[in-house]
């Protein structure tokens, strides 16, 4: 028995290693097969014909397809998206105690913490190089089964003795997680917000979201029944054989699918990088506003599992895995019901709202210092901020795509044609940063002040509480009421010049170059 999770590691190696072999094998059979059957009608096809050939037709006509055609594979892309956050939740109700009980300390379970937003940024830097000469399709697979093989490796380090040592792969295989859900998210939102108009963009957002938040929702408790049925390594093997299961799906029932069809995304040649979208000053303060979200989201995360399982909670694994399901439950709620508010009361009220609701839930979590002298910690008051928490957290963060979008066409005239993909890897550099820096911060705070956890809650308040508003005011100078329709029409329009007028060859060159 003591072999038997080697055995499943070599398993699930070898199968994602044929199974991708085979996927490859088949394209390039039938690359050869279309090289030998293709016909002189190429040679003679229309200008305009030859202009969407190069353009894509797949960007520029992704938005006109049939929703129904596009069903399967937004689907697809969701339940990618949700078995990565699910994969990476599913052991936050045992990760820190299990560290700290192989003899690591507070410090160092925040530290294995942040390698997953540290592998964010990595990612995030990466995918849009990756974008530029792979198909985002080919991005979501492959990562996907990368995914699978770092949930086993890290399964398979607590069968190791030496703290050290695990502690170090660890690390290693949360950078790995980290870095394949970058590129694997970066990819999916940058197909679904090519499949949707600019106006639509935080509804789509809010939907994506939810779902991804979907696998935040059971994966504690589910990570917590598995870790006390099969131990510790039980979890991680599960959820690589998830990713294993949709890596079967997605390249064997989707990719068939999308063949020969305006879905099926190519390589971006001319992609923007990271560097250049921080290039707009503006965009520094949707950045900052982002960073300053994700860090009272992380900060939390390490120390929710010892606070619980300590006076007066004393809650186990399971229990705990049931608790951290309301932040999750609660922002799904509040994207559905709120995803349109912005367009009744602006952009800025909105983001006022959220860090309202936000600093208020800090306040009564703990509960900070601000109320620890008259209300007692409970699990009624826990409960009652995380609702909080949940709620302000999804309505900001989902509000970051048509904020930044508005920042990029006035500055610049970027369109979400092009810089759909950059813009979900900016949010993830962004969100990785600070997901990186503050839950080692709060773990430092929580152990110098001998686990207290009243002062942990009530350092970030105040971060929130002092930073939030000022960005969001100098934020609010730059927004534009009703860009979304100005950024359509203009799309509309170019799309039908392009359309109507008769384009040479070396004209459509000259369109590819400047898009």
Known sequence: MSHLPLVVLLCVLAGFLVLEAFVCFDATEKKKFAATTSTSEAAHATSETAVKSAVGATYDEMESVAFASKMPLLWMIAFMCLAADAGYNIIVPYLPSLVIHAGATEVGAGFIIACYPFGLVVGALLAPYLLRIVPAVDVIRISGALMG???ACFGLTTHIDHATVAVYIM?????????????????????????????????????LMSIRFVGQLGSPALGALLYEAGGASAPMLFSSAVFLALYVVFAFWMMPRLKGTALLPKPIPDQPGVFQIWSVPPAWLVIAYVCLLTTSEFAMEPLYNPVLKASPYN???????????????????????????????????????????????????????????????????????????GAGYMVGLMMTPIMMLDVLWHERKLTKKQVAGSMAATNLVTSGIAGTLAPILSSAVYQATDSDFEWATTSVLILEAVCVPPVIFFLSRRLHPGFAEDEEQSEDGSDQENTNDTVSPERGVAIVNSI
């Open 315 to 389: 809650l186990g694994y399971t229990e705990i895995g049931a608790w951290t399901l309301i932040a999750p439950c609660s922002g799904i709620l509040a994207a559905i019901l709120l995803m349109d508010a912005y367009k009744k009361i602006g952009i800025p009220a909105t983001l006022y709202a959220a860090v309202v609701v936000m600093v208020v839930g800090l306040i009564f979590l703990g509960p900070s210092k601000v109320l620890s002298s008259i209300l007692p910690p409970s699990l009624g008051l826990l409960a009652g901020a995380q609702v909080l928490q």
């Open 149 to 151: 093989v770092a949930s």
């Open 171 to 207: 690390c290693l295989c949360r950078v790995v997680l980290g870095t394949c859900i970058a590129a694997n998210e970066t990819s999916a939102q940058a197909m679904v917000f090519r499949m949707v108009k600019a106006s639509q963009i935080t509804r789509a957002n809010a939907v």
